[in-house]
């Protein structure tokens, strides 16, 4: 089972600063196979982005994804006050499939 | 609208079986594009994996889960269902159903998701 581990726990920062959230693999993971979510308070998770960078329906491109296995990273280019949520990755090129255990990010 | 809506009970003792109905509308299950999933999440915690079914009913589970776990379709009611049984604390979670993208290995994200529900189990 490829292990996803999300650091930090928690992000901290305040309207249109940057926000990088890592995902690190216990295994090899191509980012084809790498999904990012984001989910709020009392909601369903929503899918951000998959298949490397393709942003899901209405995600704005403020989001976008980078890296290489083990090592991705999330990364919103100015945070709004709307983004504070828990971001998960999720791996499904290995089954079984898997999730970090979730960054959470607070916006000041 | 693609829509998913789990229903069942929220409450199960210890030792029996959870049972939960994932219906879709929107959609057809048997349109022989997506795998359809169960994915938990304990109180304030991470998310975990299931498994998913394809609507001939071929099923892959979560080997942490599989000897107690049992995903079916129904096509005729564009439902799909989830068994847990021998339950315990532990079992205790918002139960969410869910599509994945598509059947290419590189489209399994899963990009529609149900509202959840959550079960407690308890005596």
């Known amino acids: 089972e490829i292990v996803l581990t999300q650091s930090p726990g928690t992000l901290s920062l305040s309207p249109g600063e940057r926000a990088t959230l890592s995902c690190r693999a216990s295994?090899?993971?191509?980012?084809?196979?790498l999904a990012w979510y984001q989910q709020k308070v009392g909601q369903a998770p929503r899918l951000l982005i998959y298949?490397?960078?393709i942003r899901a329906t209405g995600v704005p491109d403020r989001f976008s994804v980078s890296g290489s296995g083990p090592d991705f990273s999330l990364t919103i280019s100015r945070v709004e006050p709307e983004d504070s949520a828990v971001y998960y990755c999720?791996?499904?090129?290995?089954?079984?499939?898997?999730f970090g255990q979730g960054t959470k990010l607070e916006i000041k | 609208q693609l829509q998913l809506q789990e229903s069942g009970p929220g409450l199960v003792k210890p030792s029996e079986t959870l049972s939960l109905t994932c219906t879709v509308s929107?959609?057809?299950?048997?349109?022989?594009?997506?795998?359809w999933d169960w994915i938990r999440q304990p109180p304030g915690k991470g998310l975990e994996w299931v498994g998913y079914i394809y609507y001939t009913g071929s099923t892959y589970y979560n080997p942490s889960l599989k000897n107690r776990v049992t995903i079916s379709v129904d096509t005729s009611k564009n439902q799909f269902s989830l068994k847990l049984s021998s339950v315990n604390a532990a079992d205790t979670a918002v139960y969410y159903c869910?599509?994945?993208?598509?059947?290419?290995?590189?489209?399994?994200?899963?990009?529609?998701w149900g509202q959840g529900t959550m079960v407690v189990v308890s005596s």
């Open positions: 999720h791996q499904y090129g290995s089954s079984p499939f898997t």
């Open positions: 298949d490397a960078s």
């Open positions: 929107g959609d057809s299950i048997s349109s022989r594009s997506h795998y």
């Open positions: 869910a599509r994945q993208l598509g059947l290419q290995s590189n489209k399994r994200a899963l990009d529609i």
């Open positions: 295994q090899t993971v191509s980012i084809t196979y």
